[in-house]
């Protein structure tokens, strides 16, 4: 037996003109439902005064069911053997493993004004085992060579220029695409040097600029 409920609203409050309506049904067939809207003239004072909005109606149909329908999928399960970027949009959970890292480099539980406490990339993954995929020097320095360490009342073992505390050798690097971006140190400076781009897996260069032939430093950075 067919029934029709019927809800009506002479006025819509809603200064966006949206109406809000829940139904439940209370059995399971083939449900139609029809919105019909009836010719307004807006008689307000305004912009819109004397303008007729003209009537409209719209009709849709479902089926109610027993049977849950099933969630939709959201996104495909993680990579089970090797995989390549760039990754499928609609597999979304994967960025468990895409480990992008697109802030400033912290070490867990660093002083805060390092950056934010212990923060870290807490969805990324790495290797089960420590080793090193691959290394690239960016500056000279060392232990020098010679009894004397090249100069008169050198101390044997005399190393130079290693980098500190005051003289940052690895600045603002960003992970992105599978790809390793960072500007070479200059001077006393952990900046001033070239632009590169490397991949991250194989270290392998893929283009590097002068970030200051301009004038105008062009080096990209992350903000929160």
Do not use: C
């Amino acid at each position: 037996m067919e029934t029709v409920d019927t809800q009506h609203w002479d006025v819509v409050s809603d200064t966006g003109s949206t109406q809000f309506y829940q139904y439940v049904p209370a059995q399971v067939g083939e449900y139609s439902l029809k919105f019909e809207y009836a010719e307004q003239t807006y008689t307000w004072s305004g912009t819109y005064k004397g303008d007729i909005f003209t009537a409209a109606s719209k009709t849709t149909s479902l089926t109610v069911q027993q049977e849950q329908i099933p969630a939709p999928t959201d996104s495909y399960p993680l990579p089970s053997e090797y995989w390549a970027r760039p990754i499928e949009g609609q597999n979304t959970y994967w960025y468990a493993v895409s480990s992008n890292w697109l802030g400033s480099p912290y070490v867990p539980g660093a002083n805060p004004s390092f950056g934010h406490p212990g923060a870290f990339q807490p969805d990324g993954t790495a290797p089960n085992s420590a080793h090193v995929m691959w290394s690239k020097p960016i500056q000279y320095g060392g232990v020098l060579g010679g009894n004397q360490s090249g100069v008169a009342g050198g101390i044997p073992g005399e190393m130079y220029f290693e980098g500190g505390s005051y003289a940052v050798r690895w600045t603002n690097p960003l992970v992105m695409y599978g790809t390793l971006f960072y500007e070479e140190p200059y001077g006393n400076s952990g900046t001033g040097g070239d632009y590169v781009a490397v991949n991250l897996r194989t270290g392998e260069e893929i283009w590097r600029i002068n970030a200051s032939a301009s004038g105008v430093s062009l080096v990209p950075l992350f903000r929160l």
